[in-house]
């Protein structure tokens, strides 16, 4: 009796086993696996940019410099990672920091708002251990002056293009990870619009960043 209860136990072991291994994996499950989200602090470096004001203010042909305080700021990402080499990620970043103008006796404090989406892969070899991404995009920046150190200036929209790259590494069966990476975005320097502020040149936002992410 002993050994035939042994052996019975043993088949439905083995049996359940079977049957786990056989359970198919439905098609929602197998998209919402390929989903993470994750959240950076990242450093906010800020190009300093000039040039001449263009002809449409009374000043025209004076070089203002835009001179950006640096500071640190916060990007969330959702990605959705299909194959190794195909993937795509939707950005929300924020900072908060000053626009100095060499033509303006005053700095604008403004929040800046990133809102992109891009392209990300995801090599499947690693790199000391560590899993490789690299990718880039386009969207907007929205520059707002702050009630009270905005100096009254209106709000404006930039169109964004960005690169990022960096490692990350997976712990919890896949479920959590740490990454760290860079990144920089490129612009039309700010002017809120104001004449006396335009001069058409291209500046950026270097980010180093840390943080983590999650997955279903």
């Known amino acids: 009796m002993h050994k035939a209860s042994l052996l019975l136990l043993a088949a439905a072991l083995f049996a359940g086993s079977a049957q786990a291994q056989t359970t198919p994996v439905s098609p929602f499950d197998k998209q919402i696996a390929r989903i993470d989200i994750g959240a950076m602090g990242v450093g906010e470096?800020?190009?300093?940019?000039?040039?001449?004001i263009v002809p449409t203010a009374d000043d025209t042909g004076?070089?203002?410099?835009?001179?950006?305080?640096?500071?640190?700021?916060?990007?969330?990402?959702?990605?959705?990672?299909a194959k190794p080499y195909l993937g795509f990620e939707g950005n929300y970043g924020?900072?908060?920091?000053?626009e100095n103008f060499s033509h303006a006796p005053y700095g604008a404090q403004t929040k800046a708002t990133e809102e992109t989406l891009g392209y990300v892969a995801t090599p499947p070899h690693k790199i000391l251990g560590l899993q490789p991404y690299l990718g880039a995009g386009v969207g907007t920046t929205k520059f707002t002056p702050t009630p009270h150190g905005g100096e009254g200036l209106p709000f404006q929209y930039r169109a964004?293009?960005?690169?990022?790259?960096?490692?990350?590494?997976?712990?919890?069966?896949?479920h959590f990870g740490l990454r760290l990476g860079v990144r920089q975005l490129i612009f039309l320097a700010p002017d809120f619009g104001q004449n006396y502020l335009t001069f058409l040149k291209h500046t950026s936002t270097f980010e180093p960043g840390f943080g983590f992410y999650f997955r279903f």
């Not at 004076?62 to 990672?81: C, E, H, K, M, W």
């Not at 924020?94 to 000053?98: D, F, G, P």
């Open 160 to 174: 964004t293009y960005y690169w990022n790259v960096g490692v990350q590494q997976e712990y919890l069966d896949h």
């Open 62 to 81: 004076q070089v203002v410099t835009d001179v950006p305080s640096n500071t640190f700021g916060a990007l969330i990402t959702i990605r959705y990672i």
């Open 45 to 52: 470096f800020n190009k300093t940019v000039s040039g001449a």
């Open 94 to 98: 924020y900072a908060r920091y000053t």
